[in-house]
């Protein structure tokens, strides 16, 4: 079967934008729940509801792959599996090594995910030597002193970076010097890469933060800070007689408050 190192995606060769690129797996996840249901045929509506997009762009999206469906019919289920998986480069067999066997890099080790989408785990790869011949997932973890031979040996060309922020940048420059020219990073630091070599960057605790800012956001909106009062607004937690200085305090022309309500 070939191999990650001997095959490219043709995704950027076709001009395929970045933006479409990255809703593809999202296709590919609604498509291959309706092809595990049997189901033959699914209009673009119902397939844009089911990735999360609206029909026009997923219709806009198809359109790079030279897939527009039939009238009436919608699109062949199957097919659009196969065409999307190829344009990922998923019909081939790409060998990954998993840098940084703690607990997020064995539940990694240990996700079944991987090989069902095209991704084997070619090597799991520590630096503590304790972990060294331990079997996660089914496969002996190696020392970080082997690294470069694992690469070669398994023609790896995609890289799992899983370890702490303090050295993922140094495990990052032996990946790229070892041939490694997609690197998928779980560590909290953003990482310098050469021209040519791509990066991915899973923060959690990011995606955290970010929901915590909307459901702050959600909490404001039940409870305003403002409300209307009469023909004018006023905070809604102003203390008692603030509605009177307001009213007296005049700004320099002397026709409007000196302090306006945001």
Not at 165 to 173: E, H, I, N, T
Not at 189 to 211: A, C, F, H, Y
Request: charged residues 20%; hydrophobic residues 40%.
């Amino acid at each position: 079967m070939a191999t990650g190192r001997t095959h490219r995606p043709a995704t950027r060769s076709r001009g395929i934008p970045d933006a479409t690129v990255a809703r593809l797996p999202l296709y590919l996840r609604a498509l291959t729940a309706l092809s595990e249901r049997s189901v033959p045929t699914v209009s673009s509506e119902e397939l844009a509801a089911a990735a999360g997009v609206n029909s026009a762009k997923l219709r806009k999206d198809f359109s790079y792959l030279g897939s527009y469906g039939t009238r009436g019919v919608g699109y062949d289920v199957e097919y659009l599996v196969y065409q999307i998986s190829r344009e990922l480069g998923l019909t081939q067999d790409w060998p990954v090594v998993i840098v940084g066997i703690g607990n997020l890099g064995a539940a990694l080790a240990g996700y079944g995910g991987f090989a069902s989408r095209g991704f084997r785990v070619a090597a799991l790869i520590d630096a503590d030597p304790a972990m060294a011949g331990k079997p996660v997932a089914g496969i002996p973890v190696q020392h970080t002193d082997h690294l470069e031979k694992i690469i070669k040996d398994n023609g790896v060309s995609i890289g799992v970076i899983a370890t702490p922020a303090g050295v993922a940048q140094q495990v990052c420059d032996r990946l790229v010097a070892a041939g490694v020219t997609s690197i998928l990073n779980f560590a909290p630091t953003v990482l310098s890469v050469p021209d040519g070599v791509d990066v991915r960057k899973v923060d959690l605790s990011i995606e955290l933060q970010i929901l915590a800012f909307h459901e702050q956001r959600k909490a404001g909106e039940e409870t305003p800070m403002e409300t209307a009062v009469g023909d004018g607004a006023l905070p809604a937690t102003a203390p008692r007689g603030a509605a009177a200085d307001a009213s007296t305090d005049q700004g320099p022309d002397g026709d409007v408050p000196a302090v306006m309500p945001a």
